[in-house]
């Protein structure tokens, strides 16, 4: 065949493929932004709140914070939720999530006080949303339990799965008739692992290596009564869902043949929690390390808490979707001290990134769309095909108004998530975007940014800026399609596509000139 045959028809074949991602978001998937109370509210003290573990852990150790700062004020949504509410519907967005503070609500921490001006204001809030036509998303626990419960031992005392189902039958109670989606408890992985055992995040207890397998048990147990007490007592009448909220990354082995490293690497940070959920008690690989480990370190029994039968029957099957949230993906590999008989760490993974993988202004955040579909299709895969919703996606700059990267992060992302969607058939019903407005990250403080809408912070009234973000997001949110990076640093597939079908025509002017 002659050389332009074959280029005109591999170029056809090529564009064709490059088109072939239907860049459209169905009906079926709503897109939201989340945010979370801590992160956000301020009103630290108002009216009757009770201190919980970051106001405490902020004030007492300002020194652990990257700026020394807290959420005293943060964006001050307290007072300015009226505001927030109209940018996100003036976006467009479906629904919103927002976390409840158990200290606004429960000063004491228990149920014999219930702040009225803690009730009023969610209550404001989330009606507020409805009359607006978003959606309320609500998280019960984002991180911030009341300082008197650690006092008492926090997620270390079992007592903590009583007390947390008092607090979410107010909640239900309450907010319930409003409110058809609930998620228990977020990330239990980081804020057991770092709270209980780092002094990363509050409540920054070093408990080593036990304290944060007593926290993700107690936290497992905790989620699956109020999932049974939302059954028993709520869901005839409020017919709403309810689950918890997990990070998930997408693991990569550095050497091709290792085929056990990235599940692994999954089980530590997703299975812990949603194996239990999803199949029944912890992942095995977990079992069999962590007992092995404790042995040779001396313990007694294993350092990760075991179920009875009746509490794994009774935690199996507590979710009505999967909430995933999904920033990033690592590059594992084993640790090759354990070839030695030194084990360094419970999963025994060595973490680290690809070369190629770039950057956001947060150490751990690498931009690795296709991980996100990887992810998607491996809980599809492992978990019997549920329904997912992705509860947080986002990308940290230093706070630039042009932020294309934030836009050139979620293009690809969102095409990632609309392949797992339209071409493999991953059931993903919500997206939220981490964030809708600059906010108080955690032990990075106001240093780094994840909202689509800056927030000035050292101006008391808390102006609100729209980044270039917000607009890409406005038009996408209105045509329902994906659109174009406005300006993107790479070729992309409407370039690849312009640029082959201009050669095609080439080839055909070609041989006009040469044959006539
Ligand atoms: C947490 C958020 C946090 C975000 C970015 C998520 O793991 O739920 O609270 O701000 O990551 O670090």
Redesign the pocket.
Same mark, same amino acid.
């Given at each position: 065949m002659k050389t332009w045959r074959i280029f005109v028809i591999s170029s056809i074949f090529i564009t064709g493929y490059c088109q072939d991602v239907n860049l459209t978001f169905p009906e079926h998937l709503k897109l939201g932004v989340a945010t979370?109370s801590y992160?956000t509210e301020g009103a630290w003290n108002a009216n009757d709140k009770g201190v919980n573990v970051w106001d405490f852990w902020t004030h007492k150790y300002p020194s652990l914070i990257a700026d020394e700062s807290n959420g005293d004020v943060a964006c001050d949504t307290y007072n300015k939720y009226k505001e927030d509410v109209q940018i996100i519907k003036n976006l467009g967005f479906n629904f919103f999530r927002l976390s409840i503070s158990w200290s606004r609500i429960l000063p004491s921490g228990l149920a014999n006080e219930i702040s009225k001006d803690g009730i009023q204001y969610y209550k404001n809030f989330i009606t507020e949303l409805i009359a607006n036509d978003i959606e309320p998303v609500v998280s019960l626990y984002?991180w911030d339990h009341p300082q008197v419960i650690e006092e008492m031992g926090g997620w270390t005392n079992e007592l903590i799965v009583d007390w947390f189902a008092d607090y979410a039958r107010i909640i239900f109670t309450e907010l319930g008739p409003y409110v058809k989606i609930f998620t228990t408890i %977020? /990330?239990p992985q980081?804020f057991c692992s770092q709270g209980y055992g780092s002094v990363k995040t509050a409540p920054g207890k070093l408990l080593q290596d036990v304290g944060p397998y007593l926290c993700g048990h107690n936290v497992l147990k905790a989620h699956a009564k109020v999932y049974h007490m939302y059954d028993d007592e709520f869901r005839a009448t409020q017919r709403g869902q309810i689950g918890m909220a997990l990070?998930a990354s997408s693991h990569y082995p550095l050497d091709a043949d290792d085929n056990v490293s990235p599940d692994t690497a999954f089980q530590f940070e997703c299975g812990w929690f949603m194996n239990p959920i999803f199949i029944g008690d912890y992942p095995e690989i977990m079992k069999t390390r962590i007992d092995m480990i404790s042995e040779r370190q001396g313990y007694s029994e294993s350092r990760l808490p075991r179920f009875t039968p009746e509490w794994i029957a009774y935690i199996k099957g507590t979710a009505d979707y999967f909430g995933l %949230?999904h920033?990033s993906s690592k590059i594992v590999e084993p640790d090759p001290e354990e070839e030695f008989n030194v084990y360094n760490t419970d999963e025994g993974i060595i973490h680290t990134r690809n070369s190629t993988w770039s950057m956001s202004a947060?150490s751990w955040l690498w931009v690795v769309p296709e991980g996100f579909g990887n992810v998607l299709r491996k809980i599809k895969n492992d978990y019997g095909d549920p329904t997912i919703f992705v509860l947080?996606n986002g990308y940290s700059d230093e706070g630039e108004l042009d932020d294309y990267h934030r836009i050139e992060y979620y293009y690809s992302y969102l095409k990632e998530l609309l392949i797992a969607v339209n071409r493999d058939g991953c059931k993903v019903e919500r997206y939220a975007v @981490?964030s809708i407005l600059d906010n108080f /990250? @955690?032990s990075e403080g106001y240093t780094k940014k994840?909202g689509i809408i800056g927030v000035d912070f050292d101006n008391p009234s808390r102006n609100r800026t729209y980044k270039l973000s917000a607009k890409w997001w406005e038009k996408v949110l209105h045509t329902r399609t994906l659109l174009e990076v406005p300006r993107s640093s790479a070729p992309n597939n409407y370039t690849w596509s312009f640029m082959i079908t201009a050669c095609c025509i080439m080839s055909v002017f070609n041989y006009f000139h040469i044959f006539r």
């Open positions: 979370a992160q984002h %977020n /990330e980081i990070s %949230n920033y947060t947080e @981490w /990250e @955690w994840f």
